[in-house]
């Protein structure tokens, strides 16, 4: 080989070098499997803590969140393993999170989802002492302080001699049950232990609800009760505070505001944190059984302020650092900044108030100025500032006055004589000859400039049996012009609106969003590692490409919609489908609702008749009401999370009822709720509901609410059939 050939080789081998050093390498893909709802406070701290972790590195880390939903049988949990295989391939995963003991046994269950794939672990109970994390694994062990949460029971009530427990049937239940009845018959042997594990769901709350004060009660886990039910154990936190009469205690810090007095938990952020530098360590190399186990710490003290004051528990029982939560605070020395800000807007609104009425007096005053001037120039016309023209029977002008001759910039000798019409548009003196007396008519008029100005006439029919009238006429241009910057800033104001509304979906429609995309994007990937193998699979390529059409349309139908609702111009009434038009509003409201676990329904006749309206006027009045019923449901229990729609024919009109079960509206708020600037709300400004009264009165229709008999309200609008 010559000189040539060697540079010619060491040039092409930097170049390669180069564009390599130039191409940022890929993102890690990590998928984060925990064991039930991703919504769940205690799973978001973990999630947080991870994603704050992998912020901090250089190299982008791509996180797949992914829940169980346990407990569930063996069939569901086969269709969970396939479902993840599918939208997860091996070869695009790198690391597996497994997130709790019940993870771990689910992957052990089916190896072949991510076989050779590194995991780390977290949430792993460190009672259960015969664990291991398995080959190519690591991980850290949490302490779940079940006995620790019954040591600050019986500290906080001293006498207390009864300590009641519930719990479950499920595997984990019975763990949790044992370890806490070993750990008061070994500590506190004069205390008699009573488990409700035996007992359904419902008999355990109504044992609940006959203990004395004197006892304790504490809440384990139950993700299955004596009958084979199976529950979220964190959505029984609430109804299980609530239905004791006891002090109640719970092991997890999501439970002191809850109704339960207090607990020693465990920091899940950190655990997230922690379980990501392990993570990280994996990603970059280092084999993860060579990684030690970080070593398990007691998580703090937390209490509820208000449950020690409820059961008349002293602090001075509270162990040293204990947290203190919902202690009221001195308004001032918190929030003094808050409260200044809050005393300058009131200060400002009262400005602008007394502006307001100060307008409103000078407007009457000068209301009452014209009518007073209308009748003084009555009998002295020449000096009235109306126009006025004396015509004949052949509608010939006899005589006019002194501000028709400075409008029109004739001469009285020039205009007598001249047809009363001929100053008028020629489109407008048909309407002339047709009038009926009396009636105003608003015609264009030419001035002395040759421009043609609006003015509002009324022809009169002369006195004294003549045949002829008085034409009479006011210059309404600036009124006209006022009327319609009015009404474009009332469409204004319904597009600010509909943006409002938009903004109250914008978190649900970007994770609706977010799902065809991510889709998209990994159907793409897949497709690119089938087809650069040597013999390519055509028949998954197409499912792929199948797939990427699919959730492109369901991107852009959710566009669309978008669009739809934002656009500023509204539509000219047409004749309206209203059963399409709620689903449309329906589909933009559901990933909201499922945000918040609320869920919608709608009910509608056969063979409704169509409507006449403004599309875009309409979605808005239905966005809205649904949003304020979702709104309502979401804060009460999950068997009240509903929202309902109903679409019938009422008579000459179609009505539309949304309907919750919340906690109602009060009496003596039902009555305003319609009035501009009044609303129930915190952070409401009381234009919603205005508006959309104005919009249904602009189609002939009818909006109000009431109270149900049994519970929530309802809010009803009527529509017009179409002719």
Known sequence: MNSGHLLAGAGLWLLSAVLQAQTPPRAWRVVVLHPTDLYSRNIAQIDAGIRATFAQVSRRVELFPESLHLPQNAQNLSDVAEDLKRRHPAELVDLVIANSSYVDDFLNRYPNLWPGIPRVHLGTDISDTDRVFGPNATGLKVRIEMEATIDLAVRLQPNARNVVLVGGAYASDQHFLRV??????????????????NLPYQRQLEELGKLPPDFIAMYLTLYQDSTGAYFDIAQLAREI???????????????????????????????????????????????????????????????????????GISESNLPPGTRVLFRPRNIWSEYRWYVIGAMGVVLVQALLIAGL?????????????????????????????????????????????????????????DS????????????????????????????????????????????????????GFIGSG?????????????????AEVAHLARLSLMGELLASISHELNQPL?????????????????????????????????????????????RG??????????????????????????????????????????????????????????????LNAVSAAQECPPPRRKVAVS????????????????????????????????????????????????????????????????EGATFHFTLPISS
């Open 647 to 710: 679409v019938a024919r009422a008579g000459a009109s179609v009505q539309i009822d949304v309907r919750d079960w919340a906690n109602g509206i009060r009496a003596d708020k039902l009555s305003r709720l319609f009035e501009p600037f009044f609303t129930t709300k915190p952070d409401g400004l009381g234009m919603g509901l205005p508006i959309c009264k104005n919009i249904i009165e602009s189609h002939n229709g009818r909006l109000w609410a009431e109270n149900n008999p049994d």
């Open 416 to 467: 007598i004589g001249l047809s009363y019409d001929s100053h008028f548009h020629p489109d407008d003196r048909r309407s002339i000859r047709d009038a009926s007396p009396g009636r105003p008519l608003e015609m264009r008029l030419r001035g002395r400039d040759g421009e043609y100005r609006w003015v509002l006439c009324t022809q009169t029919i002369r006195a004294g049996g003549d045949k």
């Open 241 to 311: 505070a609530q239905a004791s009469t006891a002090p109640i205690y719970y092991s997890q810090i999501s439970g002191v505001g809850e109704g339960y007095v207090g607990c020693v938990c465990m920091e899940w952020e950190r655990v997230g944190r922690e379980a990501a530098v392990l993570a990280l360590k994996v990603l970059q190399g280092q084999n993860p059984e060579s990684i030690p186990v970080p070593p398990t710490v007691r998580g703090p003290t937390a209490v509820d302020w208000r449950q020690l004051n409820r059961w």
């Open 518 to 562: 991510t889709s998209i994007r990994t159907n793409a990937e897949v497709a690119q590692i089938l087809i650069g193998r040597e013999n390519p699979d055509l028949e998954k390529i197409r499912e792929c490409l199948a797939d990427i059409v699919g959730d492109d349309y369901r991107a852009s139908e959710i566009i669309v919609r978008l």
């Open 565 to 626: 609702l934002a656009k500023r111009q509204t539509q000219k009434p047409v004749s309206l489908d209203i059963e399409s038009l709620v689903v449309e509003v329906m589909r933009l409201v559901q990933s909201d609702a499922l945000l918040h676990k609320v869920i919608l329904s709608v009910q509608r006749e056969d063979n409704l008749p169509l409507v006449h309206g403004d599309r875009i006027g309409l979605q808005q009045v239905l966005l809205n009401l649904l």
């Open 474 to 490: 006011i210059d309404i241009s600036e009124r006209k012009e006022t009327e319609a910057a009015l009404q474009k800033n009332r």
């Open 357 to 413: 009425l100060f307008q409103r007096a000078k407007r009457r005053r000068a209301e009452a100025d014209v009518r007073e001037s209308e009748s003084r120039f009555r009998t002295i016309a020449d000096s009235a500032p109306v126009m006025i023209v004396i015509c004949n029977a052949q509608s010939n002008c006899e005589w006019c006055n002194k501000a028709w001759l400075e409008f029109t910039g004739a001469t009285l000798a």
């Open 180 to 197: 806490v009845k070993r750990h008061l018959a070994e500590k506190y042997p004069a205390i008699q232990v009573r488990s409700l594990d």
